[in-house]
């Protein structure tokens, strides 16, 4: 379990945080823009420093204000990934992804990573020459060749388009769970939330608001329906008695049709993130002839 | 004396006082970039000085300070038993201090152009300060550091206060091609002179051409 307590002001903004980490699972921190999510990975990784609090990864400490102990970002075992990936531009894929590896024979493991994230035969090609997709898979593995034992991801897709997105959210989830790597996620993505995390630590102007597994947070109750689809309200057309609502998914758009009173009753606006649900017997199935 | 003397002179203060740049320039700009003291801006101040500072101000303190009557002067008497002043060594250290800036203002600019991401993505793979700097810092900022080399080596070439005030016009030891210059002018051999500023201008002017060349072609390959 990591264990992260700690409070930092800075320009009148208060960040005060106690977090539980679970070892081995996907941890999201979930929360608007501002909310403090990209400080906390940055204080975990010892980039910055809290003014006060402990942070202690199993039985070792890397901050404790009282004892005076501060680990610099090189002692930890983490691993960081940037929105904006922040690849060495002066070298290539192979030397980006070999950077942190000090083994001295580490040819084959590099390669092997470069395979596995599907870049193989670009091991000599620069960042500049790479699609925003395949920037972020070599970041990825760069950050996961040093093998640390937490890998703290931030906001990892938010610069990439919705279908590069939807892909990369699939191979992250396979290889977070080969590495079987503690990972913290930050996201204000609701349905990369959904898909990736096992746990969730919401947060809202630099405080932890709720904590659980995704339905916990976001339905209050485990649903009964058996189909989910979340994604953001971007139409309310009503008539007297019934609302159309139009939710996009990804690239599709749902309509569904719900009373007026409970629009009213949820409060319902355009820009809002929901999740619609299905009960399984309600449900067609159509098998497709090809295969997406 | 040969007519050439002169402006080898000239080539070989150029060059070393570059490589004195080179070597020093690169950790004090560092620390100009990366350090947090609030006294900083003071040492910004002494290195740019040379900037606005009229030649023959910096030539004159140097000239006391180095002298036969002072500290400095004496002491390297003692060691080297000969002069500071009005030698080759004393127009190192004038040269040195007047292209300063020349040299470090660009290796810090290029220092402080490298994203801040890229040092702490490296430093979260578990690499140093020292191993970022030689990894990430030094090659992003190659063009940074190649103009200042260049424009420290140019300058050097073209200075002339200084050297007459801390070197005066001893052939063969001080008389380097800027004095060169104002000697044949001053004995009225037009034709010498041309000569020296002809090849001086030239000089400066195709070592300017490759900086500005240079930087075009690294702004268009990134």
Same mark, same amino acid.
């Not at chain 1, 990209?38 to 204080?43: C, M, N, P, V």
């Not at chain 1, 202690?56 to 890397?62: A, I, K, L, N, R």
């Not at chain 2, 030539?59 to 009005?86: C, D, P, R, V």
């Given at each position: 379990?990591? $264990? ?16 539980e980490?679970?070892f ?8 608007p823009?501002?909310a403090?999510k ?6 975990i990784?010892?980039l910055?420093?809290?003014?006060e609090?402990?942070i ?7 901050f ?12 930890r ?12 531009? $002066?070298?290539t894929?192979?030397?980006?992804v ?6 001295k ?11 596995? /994230?599907?870049?193989s ?10 699609s925003?997709?395949?920037? =972020? ?20 897709l ?5 279908? +590069?997105?939807?892909?990369? =959210?699939?191979?992250?989830?396979q ?5 079987? /790597? ?10 990369e939330?959904?898909k ?9 102007s630099? &405080? /932890? ?16 329906t ?5 994604? &953001?309200v ?10 159309a609502? +139009?939710?996009? $998914? ?19 606006k355009?820009g809002d993130? /929901?999740i ?14 090809? &295969?997406? | ?27 004090l %700009?560092?620390?100009l ?11 910004e101040?002494v ?11 910096? !030539?004159?303190?140097?000239?006391? %300070? ?15 038993? #000969?002069?500071? %002043?009005?030698s080759?060594? !004393? ?7 007047? #292209?300063l800036? *020349?040299?470090v ?10 994203d801040k ?13 020292v191993?970022?700097f ?14 200042g080399?260049v424009?420290?080596? %140019?300058?050097?070439?073209g200075e002339?206060g ?15 091609? #800027? ?5 044949e ?5 037009y ?13 400066? *002017? ?17």
């Open positions: 379990m990591l $264990h992260v307590s700690f409070k930092k002001i800075w320009n009148g903004f208060t960040l005060d945080a106690t977090l980490i679970p081995g699972k996907i941890t999201a921190l979930f929360g823009s501002g403090g990209s400080t906390i990975l940055r204080i990784s010892g910055e420093t809290a003014d609090g402990r202690s990864y199993g039985s070792e400490v890397w404790d204000k009282l004892s005076g102990i501060h680990l610099p970002p090189q002692q075992p983490v691993g960081f990934v940037f929105q904006d990936f922040a690849l060495f531009p $002066h070298l894929v192979k030397k980006n070999a950077y942190g590896i000090k083994e024979k580490h040819a084959q493991e590099v390669r092997d990573l470069i395979s596995l /994230v599907g870049l035969g670009y091991e000599h090609y620069y960042p500049a020459q790479l925003g997709g395949q920037k =972020q898979r070599v970041a990825l593995i760069r950050a996961l060749a040093r093998k640390p034992g937490l890998l703290l991801m931030d906001e990892p938010s610069a990439l388009d919705w279908e +590069t997105r939807r892909q990369l =959210q699939e191979d992250l989830k290889i977070l769970r080969q590495f079987n /790597v503690t990972t913290i996620y930050v996201t204000h993505d609701i349905t939330m959904y990736l995390a096992d746990y969730v630590i919401a947060l809202e630099g &405080k /932890v608001m709720r904590r659980g597994t995704p339905e916990e947070i976001f339905l209050g109750k485990k649903l009964s058996r189909i989910q689809i979340s994604g &953001k971007i139409g309310i057309e009503s008539d007297p008695i019934m609302v609502v +139009t939710v996009m $998914h990804e690239d599709q758009y749902i309509k569904t049709l719900i009373d007026a009173e409970e629009i009213d009753r949820m409060d319902l355009i993130d /929901v619609i649900g299905a009960k399984s017997s309600d449900v067609i199935l159509f098998k497709t002839l090809t &295969k997406l | 004396m040969n007519f050439a003397t002169p402006l080898l002179l000239s080539l070989r203060l150029s060059l070393v006082t570059m490589v004195l740049l080179f070597i020093t320039g690169i950790p %700009a560092y620390w970039v990366f350090s947090r003291t609030k006294w900083k801006f003071i040492i101040s290195v740019a000085l040379p900037l606005v500072l009229p030649p023959t101000v910096l !030539g004159f303190y140097l000239l006391m %300070a180095i002298g036969g009557n002072s500290i400095i002067g004496q002491w390297y008497e003692a060691i080297f038993n #000969s002069t500071l %002043a009005f080759f060594q !004393g127009l190192i250290l004038g040269s040195f201090l007047y #292209s800036p *020349f040299a203002q660009p290796f810090q600019t290029s220092f402080s152009s490298v991401k890229l040092l702490e993505a490296s430093w979260s793979l578990g690499r140093s300060h191993y970022t030689f990894s990430v810092i030094l090659p992003l900022s190659r063009q940074g550091i190649i103009t080399c424009l420290s080596f %140019a300058h050097t070439l002339f200084v050297v007459l005030m801390i070197g005066g016009n001893i052939p063969g030891v001080t008389r380097v091609a #800027s004095v060169a210059i104002y000697d002018v001053q004995s009225l051999d034709g010498n002179a041309n000569m020296y500023s002809a090849i001086l201008l030239f000089f400066s *002017f195709t070592i300017l051409a490759i900086v500005y060349f240079t930087n075009r072609r690294f702004i268009r390959t990134l």
